[in-house]
């Protein structure tokens, strides 16, 4: 709908954190400021708080009569109100943005139903009965039966992430639990979600930290998983037309968040 050309292009989320300054400046005589602990109140009546995450609150229920799970953004008390308005409606709409980017190049992805700035809420397709894969990989590891399957699993992941990389969208919080499985598990249906971070970027750079990113999400929820996620690395570059910058990206990336960790 017209709500989607709105926002203009927001570029990466890097921008918005600078421009906040510090949350101590804004308590003044008060001390710092204590981040709210209660919910906002559901965007549509009937809706039931499914999860509380920092950034937002996700509802599910129904929205003109289809299965859907409403985010809404939660406000930053410490920025100035202003602020904070213009820097949820951006996000808001590159988070809706990048959901329309994926389904326009057949990326799987929730339908998005309706973008409402007034709540930076968005309501989107409820992806009935999924799991995400990091349950499925849990249970599947905690059975005790044959976990061949998590390779395939992986080649799924790959091809999905370099097809989403091709359109140079970057993800920006990408873990097993942003990924659904849809049923029946044994289809592999993978759905991406929670594009709340995400920005747009042709920079291989932008592209092999999000891989980091996953990778250390990956290893450190899933014990024994390094040759699922070599599987996966594989597939990605076998995948994806630009895949070769990205993976250099990725090596020295890996070895600044080594060096890091040795000096502490």
């Known amino acids: 709908g017209p709500a989607m ?8 989320a890097m921008a918005e954190a600078g421009a906040a300054g510090p949350a ?36 599910r229920g129904l929205f003109l009569g289809r299965a859907a799970v409403a985010k809404l953004r939660i406000p930053k008390r410490y920025r100035h109100p202003a602020l904070e308005e213009r820097l949820s409606r951006r996000r808001t709409a590159q988070e809706a943005r990048s959901l329309l980017r994926c389904r326009r190049a057949g990326i799987s992805a929730p339908v998005v139903y309706f973008v409402d700035y007034v709540t930076n809420s968005i309501y989107l397709e409820d992806i009935v009965d999924s799991i995400t894969v990091q349950d499925h990989i849990n249970s599947l590891q905690q059975s005790g039966n044959d976990t061949s399957s998590l390779l395939i699993l992986a080649e799924k ?3 999905l992430l370099a097809r989403m990389h091709d359109e140079d ?15 029946p598990t044994e289809k592999l249906d993978l759905v991406l979600i929670d594009f709340g971070l995400s920005f747009i970027s042709g920079l291989p750079e932008d592209k092999g930290v999000d891989l980091y990113v996953l990778e250390k999400a990956f290893l450190s929820t899933h014990p024994d998983t390094e040759a699922m996620f070599k599987t996966l690395l594989k597939t990605y570059a076998a995948t994806s037309k630009k895949s070769g910058p990205v993976i250099k990206r990725l090596d020295e990336v890996r070895l600044r968040g080594r060096k890091r960790s040795m000096v502490g």
């Open 169 to 183: 969208l970057i993800h920006g919080d990408l873990t097993t639990s942003n990924i659904l499985l849809r049923p």
């Open 157 to 159: 992941m790959g091809e």
């Open 24 to 59: 101590m400046a804004e308590a003044g005589a008060a001390g710092p400021v204590v981040a709210e602990a209660v919910p906002p109140p559901p965007p549509l009546p009937g809706l039931q708080l499914v999860r509380q995450g920092a950034e937002a609150c996700v509802y």
């Open 5 to 12: 050309a709105e926002a203009g292009a927001a570029g990466p």
